[in-house]
């Protein structure tokens, strides 16, 4: 069975260029049309996708045209129709981030990747954190901190060391960026209904920026973080590279 699709593809050359090629060869529909999303990019435009299609129903598969493509299949111009049939469906629910500024103000975002607190200026930052309302860590001083979901666990997550989580483990990551103290304390595993508070302190001595995949809010206070169980976008993968696959082996690579 045909699936009716359409092509979104990133601004850069080789995504549009590829998106050129593939209208030709495939009869493709309007977006609002489409009962699938291709996405043609790297792994940027592919988080921009998942935020547009998130509850929307329809699965996205991914060509890369970027540079590391983890979230993205192999990119080839043959069989698309039969790699969109036999692909496999995997469900990611994001994180959903809420803060409070210095000023008030509160913003709320979500991240299929992680929600990280950076600092903002060359002092480190002090920050409390405490799970399911229990304080766990009185004061973390650090770079930043950060909460991973499975899919984001080889991201930023796995670049400050933290834990590669297989999906379908349950949990999520709870990694420091260059923590100073306590020096030795390299993170945790929480369940994936678990919600985290980080309070800010010193906030305006030591300002702190907090960032949703790509939704940015500077000078917060305090920060919450849960998995918004209730929304979720679908990705499918060729069979043979599923992102199952690609997490394990991930945990094996140099």
Not at 16 to 43: H, M, S
Not at 112 to 118: K, Y
Not at 166 to 175: D, F, I, K, Q, S
Request: charged letters at 25%; a negative charge.
């Amino acid at each position: 069975m045909s699936l009716k699709f359409a092509i979104l593809a990133a601004e850069t050359e080789d995504a549009q260029e590829a998106a050129i090629r593939l209208r030709k060869t495939y009869a493709t529909v309007a977006d609002n049309e489409a009962e699938v999303i291709v996405a043609l990019g790297g792994d940027g435009f592919m988080l921009e996708i998942l935020h547009q299609e998130m509850d929307s129903g329809r699965p996205v598969f991914g060509l890369n045209r970027g540079s590391i493509g983890f979230l993205m299949n192999e990119y080839r111009e043959d069989d698309l129709q039969e790699r969109l049939t036999a692909a496999q469906e995997v469900a990611l629910h994001p994180l959903r981030m809420a803060t409070e500024t210095v000023s008030g103000e509160k913003v709320t975002a979500d991240a299929f990747n992680e929600v990280s607190l950076l600092r903002e200026t060359r002092q480190t930052a002090k920050i409390r954190i405490t799970i399911d309302g229990v304080p766990r860590l009185d004061e973390l001083i650090c770079d930043g901190v950060l909460v991973a979901t499975p899919a984001g666990s080889t991201a930023y997550n796995l670049s400050a060391h933290g834990t590669i989580i297989p999906l379908g483990a349950g949990v999520l990551a709870l990694t420091p960026i260059s923590a100073f103290r306590p020096r030795r304390w390299r993170g945790a595993l929480l369940p994936e209904k678990a919600s985290v508070g980080f309070e800010v302190l010193e906030p305006l001595k030591r300002p702190v920026l907090a960032v949703a995949d790509s939704t940015e809010v500077r000078d917060v206070v305090r920060v919450s973080v849960h998995q918004a169980r209730s929304s979720s976008v679908s990705l499918l993968f060729d069979p043979e590279h599923n992102l199952e696959e690609r997490i394990l082996r991930e945990q094996f690579l140099d």
